[in-house]
């Protein structure tokens, strides 16, 4: 196995089988050293750079750097900044790295990552770009299955929009190349694009596709849902129609296996009901949580502290 320190994760591609592995070991330990004085990263500074709004990725970075021992700078809306005068992203990229040690990073455009990994010297870690792909959340959505059913060779349902979400993008690819088959729930306008598909069956992956939840829901180990990505719908697009599509609540949990879990990246937009919050297969709050120790392990590692 290659070291991390130094790397970029751009794609969930970027770490090989055994780097990923590592990585969820080190959120382990990670998970061990939370809430007690830690200087891992002592001296260093993060740099949390985001240009589409966040809750859960942006502050988990944050948290996870000062955990850690280190620092963090950044912002997140581009209006405080001088992204707001025109300034490019490989000069905003050029004054951020003299600033800091790493570099997390969302960005809406296509290749905007691999822009700023090209311009940055020091590790440049994706937020989250576009509608391509979120490689952190993939790391801590393996991390949550493996701890949720302590495994990863699963079955899981993507419910949701699988066109333009990209947590599904990556963890289709993440998780084939543990032994995951995929069912994917979603009309046709809103299905899993062909590129994703054919990565997860190269790497012996089963890939069925259906558009009612409840053929499948008693086979899944996983329901993995995702809400609309309203801000990338075309216009053709019938938000409402196509949100009325998908509704988790008590009725369909009743038809899943005792041992499976229900995730979910947040934000929630309505598709799960808070009813269901406190059932033991109600995973999304832990998932949400696991962001810290595998975003630890992540920034640990290309740091060269681990
Ligand atoms: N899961 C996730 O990416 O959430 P945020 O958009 O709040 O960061």
């Known amino acids: 196995m290659g070291s991390l320190k130094g790397r970029d994760l751009v794609s969930i591609n970027d770490f090989t089988d055994a780097e990923v592995q590592n990585v969820l070991e080190t959120a382990v330990e990670m998970e061990g050293i939370i809430g007690k004085p830690s200087n891992l990263c002592e001296g260093k500074v993060l740099a949390t750079l985001f240009f589409e709004p966040s809750t859960r990725t942006q502050f988990s970075f944050q948290t996870a750097m000062l955990r850690l021992g280190g620092g963090a700078i950044g912002f997140s809306d581009i209006s405080g900044t ?35 990994a090209q311009y940055s010297s020091k590790p440049v870690i994706s937020g989250g770009e576009g509608k391509g792909e979120h490689p952190t959340q993939t790391l801590l959505d393996l991390y949550t299955i493996k701890k949720e059913l302590g495994r990863l060779d699963v079955h899981i349902g993507f419910y949701g929009d699988l066109k333009y979400g990209r947590t599904v993008h990556s963890l289709i690819m993440g998780g084939s190349r543990f032994g995951a088959n995929f069912t994917c729930i979603a009309p046709h306008s809103l299905q899993m694009p062909g590129e994703y598909v054919k990565k997860a069956e190269a790497k012996g992956s089963k890939v069925e596709f259906c558009e009612d939840v409840n053929q ?25 129609k196509l949100k009325s599509l998908y509704h988790v609540d008590k009725t369909l949990l009743s038809k899943m296996k005792p041992k499976s879990a229900v995730m979910h990246p947040l934000p929630r937009v309505g598709e799960i009901e808070e009813d269901i919050d406190l059932d033991p297969r109600s995973a999304y709050f832990r998932q949400a949580a696991n962001g810290v120790p595998v975003r630890m392990a992540v920034i640990a590692s290309l740091l060269g502290a681990k």
């Open 216 to 240: 499948v829901i008693g086979n899944l180990d996983v329901l993995y849902v995702t809400r609309l990505q309203k801000e990338r719908l075309s216009p053709e697009d019938d938000y409402q």
């Open 82 to 116: 001088s992204v707001s005068k025109g300034e490019t992203l490989q000069d905003t990229i050029r004054i951020i790295e003299s600033y800091a040690d790493i570099i997390a990073m969302r960005h809406s455009q296509p290749n905007s990552l691999s822009l700023a």
